[in-house]
């Protein structure tokens, strides 16, 4: 069964150093999300892309967090500097259609740890 | 208001028992519909999508009623594997999915 991969899945990281997560949507799936979800809370929309473009953003620190999906393909956010309020598990997702209209498919996660 | 509402529980059930959820959603735009299921600390996964006239999955009923724009999960004959929190999440009306917080349900033996 296809899968949505992310990697690492755990990542330790000192405040104010830089910090990137990556993920490879399941294959032919043109709609790519990055969730962040805080213990006890639902994942918030991060970033949204059709294809290689940001349809949504709206919710992204751009201060420090960046994102991108050069190739429409595999996608990466970074967060640059860290801090303590960025800990949290951060989610990819993927899905065929675009708009929300079809259920997104979600990677293990990456579980951040800001020190 | 937020977009999407549920109520946060827990609802702490026998085994056996039949619990109900109910979902609000702010958007009457919105288009479609879903259930996840999300135990602690891992990824959420599709429980089933909400259909107008409604899903049925074994154990699993979900209704939409558009017109007071709220979903509902029906679990019979809850067993204790069922114990995680199941998130109401809602699409279409704001071109991405906005998921609510969950509620969280705990079946005990």
């Known amino acids: 069964e296809a899968e949505v991969a992310q990697s690492p899945r755990y990542k330790i990281t000192e405040k104010s150093q830089a910090v990137a997560f990556w993920c490879d949507p399941i294959?032919?799936?043109?709609?790519l999300y990055w969730y962040r979800q805080i213990l006890g809370q639902g994942p918030e929309l991060l970033v949204q892309f059709q294809d290689e473009s940001v349809v949504d953003d709206s919710q992204l620190p751009k201060d420090r967090f960046s994102a991108e999906r050069l190739k429409g393909v595999d996608s990466t956010l970074k967060i640059q500097p860290a801090e303590l309020g960025d800990s949290a598990m951060y989610l990819c997702a993927s899905s065929l259609d675009p708009g929300g209209n079809t259920e997104a498919f979600f990677g293990q996660g990456t579980r951040l740890t800001v020190v | 208001r937020k977009e999407v509402e549920q109520d946060p529980g827990p609802f702490n059930v026998p085994e056996g028992a039949t619990v109900a959820f109910n979902c609000t959603y702010s958007n009457s735009a919105s288009q479609s519909f879903f259930w996840y299921r999300q135990d602690c600390r891992k990824e959420p996964k599709l429980l089933m999508s909400?259909?107008?006239s409604g899903n049925e999955d074994g154990r699993f009923t979900a209704q939409l009623n558009r017109a007071s724009q709220y979903i509902s999960l029906l679990i019979r004959d809850s067993k204790l594997s069922d114990s995680a929190t199941y998130l109401c999440?809602?699409?279409?009306?704001?071109?991405?999915?906005?998921f609510g917080a969950g509620t969280r349900l705990a079946v005990h033996p």
């Open positions: 909400v259909y107008s």
């Open positions: 294959s032919g799936h043109a709609t």
């Open positions: 999440v809602v699409g279409g009306g704001y071109n991405k999915l906005i």
